[in-house]
């Protein structure tokens, strides 16, 4: 297993070294998750010509996020990509969404996400009260971390002033992310528009800069494209070429392009001057570490699993969140939690574990647990969950074939199931897996946190998985943790979970 410090090792010395890392990236608004006559083949079949690193997707709907990803895969000759999704939002007022849509944006990547983040930004439109923007830092093959951003601003004439409005709150977020940074999506405006203009005073727009012809990407009958509202734009980065390829899958062409860091590239922020990186950092920035249990936290639950059976009093319920198969083995082990072995080549559903007490995190804390063991099958699943009731709860589990395991996030509000986000999984790096309320003063919002770390002895490095704000819905004063681990359908080998190291804390304000 890496140590916290042979990883910080690398990621500096790559940052220093004297090569540079290319990335090229395409954005494609897909029309409404490629309505007729337009077809998702067509459009994934563009955006493979290009050979990308990063795809930016808008108007795509939340449930074809697996359809997309499977195809780039596919056409690719890969099992890399993955990628994650954000909803707009037709009713609420800020900060809270009471009605999200299923239209989307979304960032997918052959590379894997440090971090990814969603916000939505109040600014109203003729379909939308908020859109959504979404942040992943993806780690390139050497080591360097860019930040990538997804957007789409609201559309039409009437909606100008949202524009703008938009790009100022959009700005004042992007600002605080440091590092090398690409924002792309359908902007709707023209490149003298305002909106537009206020990007490029911080950007650089890689058409502009490298691109030929007019650039148009937009048209209104999917034959004439005749204006430019697509766009790539980039900070601490270089723009090596810029296109926008002659094909008609959707009513908005792709844009693509490919940047360079070079060795000389400071990393740093998204503000500063067109093509100048922002000062201070580097790619060990994403990797502060976090002690195992900090000075100051306040422990409300822990088990280390060294009994010789689970503690009815920190555990006094079965599964909470599903169906539950009393008879598979759940048991302590040499200091661990075990779960297994699953149930080879069965049918339906087979899962077992430990649920804790009702503990109160309405304040800002964590829970967390240590996956020693995963499972093995695309039906086979070890799961960890932070649940209200059997309607209402947050999960992260590993779950997936031999070779093509994934560590990944879901909710489930109102009995409604909705997959938040997903990256292969690394059983050395994704030992921790945690799940966090985090107040973010800057918007007074309570967030949910999906982290992972490796299982250093003092200092774990947490590294974010997904976050969005908390939903009220998963009453966070009275939430109940559960350990499971089982089969949806049948999986000749799925293997045996174990767990160890659990812990519910309050963090110090």
């Known amino acids: 297993m890496k140590t916290l410090a042979s990883l910080l090792f690398f990621f500096v010395s790559v ?66 990509w993955h990628g994650v999704a954000a909803k707009h939002c037709v009713a609420g007022s800020a900060p809270q969404c009471t009605a999200p849509t299923e239209e989307s944006v979304m960032v997918l990547s052959r590379l894997p996400f440090v971090e990814t983040e969603s916000r939505l930004i109040w600014a109203r439109d003729d379909y939308f009260v908020a859109r959504a923007a979404l942040r992943a830092a993806v780690r390139l093959d050497d080591g360097s971390a860019v930040q990538v951003f997804g957007v789409h601003l609201p ?6 002033a949202s524009r703008a409005s938009w ?14 940074t690409i924002v792309g999506g359908d902007f709707n405006d023209v490149p003298s528009s305002p909106p537009i203009t206020a990007m490029s005073q911080r950007y ?3 058409w502009a800069a490298k691109g030929g012809g007019d650039g148009a990407t937009h048209s209104r009958n999917g034959r004439g494209y005749v204006r430019r509202l697509d766009y790539l734009f980039s900070s601490g980065l270089d723009v090596s070429a810029a296109s926008v390829p002659a094909v008609a899958v959707s009513d908005h062409r792709p844009v693509v392009a490919t940047f360079t860091l070079s060795a000389t590239a400071r990393v740093g922020g998204g503000g500063g001057s067109p093509g100048t990186p922002a000062p201070g950092g580097s790619f060990a920035a994403l990797l502060q570490p976090q002690p195992a249990s900090p000075d100051g936290d306040a422990v409300l639950l822990e088990d280390d699993f060294d009994g010789d059976a689970p503690d009815p009093a920190t555990w006094p319920a079965g599964i909470v969140s599903g169906t ?4 598979l083995p759940v048991a302590q082990a040499g200091g661990a939690l075990v779960i297994g072995p699953l149930r080879a080549s069965a049918s339906g559903f087979h899962y077992n574990g430990p649920s804790s007490q009702a503990i109160d995190l309405s304040a800002s804390g964590y829970a967390q647990v240590q996956l020693l063991q995963g499972v093995v099958g695309d039906q086979a699943n070890a799961m960890f969950t932070a649940a209200s009731s059997s309607t209402n709860f947050y999960r992260i589990y590993q779950a997936g074939a031999a070779g093509s395991q994934r560590i990944a996030a879901e909710k489930k ?34 967030d949910v946190v999906f982290e992972t770390s490796p299982a250093a002895p003092a200092a774990p490095a947490f590294v974010e998985l997904y976050r969005e704000p908390w939903d009220p819905r998963v009453q966070a004063q009275s939430l ?6 089982g089969t949806s359908d049948k999986e000749a080998s799925p293997g045996t979970a174990v767990w160890d190291h659990f812990r519910v804390a309050l963090v110090a304000p």
């Open 15 to 80: 940052s220093n070294a004297q090569a540079q890392s290319a990335l090229t990236v395409v954005t494609l608004n897909t029309n409404h998750g490629a309505q007729a006559p337009w077809s998702v083949a067509d459009q994934v079949a563009a955006i493979v010509t290009a050979s990308p690193d990063v795809v930016l997707l808008q108007e795509a709907h939340r449930g074809q996020l697996d359809q997309y990803v499977a195809a780039i895969n596919a056409g690719l000759g890969s099992t890399a």
């Open 155 to 160: 559309p039409l004439a009437d909606a100008a």
């Open 167 to 180: 790009v100022v709150d959009f700005l004042r977020w992007a600002d605080t992310r440091r590092g090398p």
């Open 204 to 206: 650089v727009d890689a």
């Open 324 to 327: 539950e198969d009393p008879t």
């Open 413 to 446: 509000i109102d009995d409604q199931k909705s997959p938040l986000a997903s990256a292969p999984y690394d059983p050395a790096l994704h030992q921790i897996l945690r799940i966090r309320r985090d107040y973010r003063p800057d918007a007074s919002v309570d």
């Open 480 to 485: 109940t943790f559960e350990i499971k681990a």
